[in-house]
């Protein structure tokens, strides 16, 4: 799964967009934007803590990471089937099961692999089954068999072994994804998803589903630590020796046993640390543990326990450990800070990655994540910039549209953003080694001021013989077929009639040309105006369930997710984009695109940070880069590595699929123009009237006609 779609989307409200746009206007004309004023730790903010500064110091801290392959067995050299990666005794160490015969009796014995040493024996004569679970060593030397507890089970067995092979105790649970940890008094620390409460309950949400026990190592009884926080789907446990921790992608948090309650102790948040290696031999194994040191350094590991084909296609032995150090630590103030603020850049695992290996390899500059402040609202956090933005102030860069909405436009009439396209020519980087949507995004007739460093792109499967040729195809023609209809169709599953409508406005300029930009006028066509409502209403999907849609929405993140919709069509069926002035494209999405503050005192090491960004080397740890070359090397690497897989992997992928993904839709991307939106919300506010009953036609487009007028008037 690509980063954008792990990332969580959340769409600001047209209002509000439209209310902070006005506010952001205010400001601007009372003629604020008087130069950036304070020095860098003034204009830093965001999850990056600033302290009083030390001699010498900085007052900025960051994490950083260091990783080390501690432990590697080969295949040949492995004693059975791996079993178990975790910390014994504080150290880091491997598990194996080797099955023997003695006597026409097959039994299993347990192997340890310590830092850089040879297996030991630590545990024989267990039964045979033993070799195909997975495995926990307690703290005093016995051996825990886990017969399910996995992903794909709903339960578990826990059977508690000595040295000798001699069964002490069995405990059961319903039980997914069960995880063990020791702590030093030796009882064990259980934690696992409630299988009989459903699997994939408390993704986002507690809901009882999230069960952490303590093990009694003697008699096998458990007691419940009862949770009253909420976690995240994908939990880890570990222990700083006296308590248990939990770690997920927002960071390292402190579990109280008395009160339940889970408090964040390192916080990812704002830093350009992540959980996630993507291109690394680590992410083919899997997390595994982890433990804190007095210092408040995080210890992790990561194993191969059971990802064996992975290992196999990285050529990385299957026996292989790695040990991974998180610290929290000062920033030198050597360099000139840069901050880049956005939404849910927590969740933007390639971003992050970039980010860190431009500050390890800069010397010059080091550039700060700012994501949304512990307690500070998107909203809040959207205002806060817009405001900064106003006044002369704000962050370096701007990351995705979230965090400016609707106001992008007026940012540029009034000069807050900078233009990138004298920084591209000095630069030498050249429009053409990129498609288009990468500097498309949002220009103002040759000025350029927006840059989207990775393709998503939206379009759509419908039957060809619905709307035929559709070179030919325009606005008119495609609403008049689809009011053919009537209302016995639904267009797409979960579409509501405001869904539809914005998908027919927000692709033109100027409203199909019921808006003149130029003149500041506004004549809402009353034929066309009531095709958009009419077909909007008849196809939403409003329970109509009994009906087929015509129309399914596709998402390409990915060189893959493009063969396997594509593998889906059948022979009657094509792809048709969204509606756009000179016709039907892909709908590029805007969630990574880049733009820079006017009032940066450091422009040119923002274009530096930026130009890493769009260089070959890493638009090619992208899904779908944007640069051409890039975007080669990535598809032909999933040819080669896929070609070795058999049939029943998957769709096959190929050249003629690459080559069909860059003609269809890398080459004939749109990105939705900017300006018209704040247009397209009024009509969508007032067309409710009319989705709800309460309004005609004509009622809703006398009221959006005025409301247009009025905001026209108001920019000129």
Not at 294 to 312: C, F, M, N, Q, V
Request: net charge negative.
């Amino acid at each position: 799964m690509s980063d954008a779609e792990k990332r969580p989307v959340k769409q600001a409200r047209s209002r509000f967009t439209k209310i902070l746009s006005l506010t952001l206007s205010a400001l601007l004309s009372l003629g604020a934007l008087s130069g950036c004023g304070g020095d860098d730790q003034s204009r830093t903010s965001g999850q990056v803590e600033t302290l009083p500064e030390d001699a010498g110091g900085s007052g900025i801290y960051d994490i950083f990471t260091e990783a080390e392959q501690i432990i590697t067995v080969e295949k040949d050299d492995l004693k059975g089937n791996l079993t178990g990666v975790q910390f014994y005794q504080g150290e880091p160490v491997m598990l194996s099961a080797l099955e023997k015969s003695a006597d026409g009796k097959k039994t299993c014995d347990i192997y340890l692999y310590p830092q850089n040493g040879e297996a030991r024996l630590i545990a024989e004569g267990l039964p045979s089954d033993a070799r195909r679970g997975s495995g926990f060593l307690g703290e005093d030397g016995c051996y825990y068999y886990i017969n399910g507890g996995t992903l794909g089970s709903n339960s578990a067995v826990i059977t508690k072994y000595d040295n000798e092979g001699n069964k002490l105790f069995t405990v059961e649970r319903k039980a997914v994804n069960l995880q063990m940890c020791s702590l030093a008094d030796g009882r064990i620390v259980l934690f696992y998803r409630d299988a009989a409460k459903g699997s994939l309950a408390g993704s986002g949400s507690l809901d009882h589903n999230d069960i952490l026990e303590y093990l009694d190592t003697t008699t096998g009884a458990v007691s419940e630590i009862r949770l009253t926080d909420p976690t995240e789907y994908n939990v880890w446990l570990g222990t700083d020796g006296t308590v248990p921790y939990l770690l997920d992608s927002r960071g390292v948090s402190r579990i109280d046993p008395e009160e339940g309650t889970i408090s964040m102790q390192m916080s990812f948040s704002g830093s350009s640390y992540s959980l996630e290696r993507d291109g690394s031999a680590m992410m083919a194994g899997i997390i595994s543990g982890f433990q804190l040191r007095e210092s408040g350094d995080i210890e992790l590991l990561w194993g191969r326990r059971l990802a064996l084909p992975l290992a196999t296609s990285q050529k990385v032995p299957p026996g292989t450990v790695w040990l991974e150090a998180i610290q929290r630590k000062e920033v030198s103030r050597a360099k000139t800070f840069l901050t880049l603020r956005g939404i849910w850049l927590n969740y933007n695992t390639w971003l992050k990655q970039k980010t860190a290996e431009f500050n390890s390899s800069s010397d010059k500059y080091y550039v700060l994540i700012e994501d949304c402040d512990d307690g500070l609202s998107e909203d809040d956090h959207i205002t806060r910039t817009l405001v900064e933005l106003g006044t002369g102030k704000g962050p370096d860069i701007l990351y995705g549209r979230m965090i400016l909405g609707d106001s992008l436009y007026s940012l540029i009439e009034k000069g807050s953003l900078e233009e990138l396209s004298p920084y591209m020519k000095r630069s030498g980087i050249k429009q053409e080694d990129y498609f288009p949507m990468a500097f498309d995004s949002c220009r103002d007739g040759k000025k350029l001021y927006e840059i989207t460093v990775e393709a998503q792109i939206i379009t759509q499967m419908v039957d060809s013989s619905l709307f035929g040729d559709t070179d030919r195809m325009d606005i008119h023609s495609y609403l008049d077929t689809l009011l053919t209809l009537g209302d016995k169709a639904v267009y797409q599953d979960n579409a509501a009639a405001a869904d539809l409508l914005r998908s027919f406005l927000e692709g033109s300029e100027n409203l199909w040309g019921m808006v003149d930009w130029k003149s500041g006028a506004c004549d809402l066509d009353a034929d066309l105006f009531a095709k958009l409502l009419q077909a909007a209403k008849n196809l939403e999907d409003n329970g109509k369930k009994s009906y087929i849609p015509i129309s399914e929405k596709i998402k390409c993140s990915s060189f893959y997710s493009f063969v396997y919709r594509r593998s889906q069509m059948s022979s009657t069926q094509m792809f048709l984009g969204s509606p756009f002035d000179d016709g039907f494209h892909g709908k590029g999405t805007t969630p990574d695109t880049l733009v820079i503050n006017a009032n940066s005192p450091n422009k040119e090491g923002v274009w530096e940070f930026v130009s890493w960004l769009l260089s070959q080397e890493a638009q090619e740890t992208l899904d779908l880069p944007v640069h051409r070359a890039a975007f080669a090397a990535v598809t032909e690497a999933e040819i080669e590595e896929k070609s070795s897989l058999p049939s029943t992997a998957g769709p096959p992928v190929t050249r003629e699929a690459a080559a069909e993904l860059e003609t269809l839709l890398m080459e004939d991307v749109r990105v939705l123009p900017v300006r018209v939106q704040p247009l397209v919300d009024i009509i969508l506010e007032e067309a409710q009237d009319y989705f709800e009953g309460t309004k005609s036609i004509e009622q809703v487009r006398a009221v959006a006609k005025n409301r247009i007028q009025l905001y026209l008037d108001e920019k000129r």
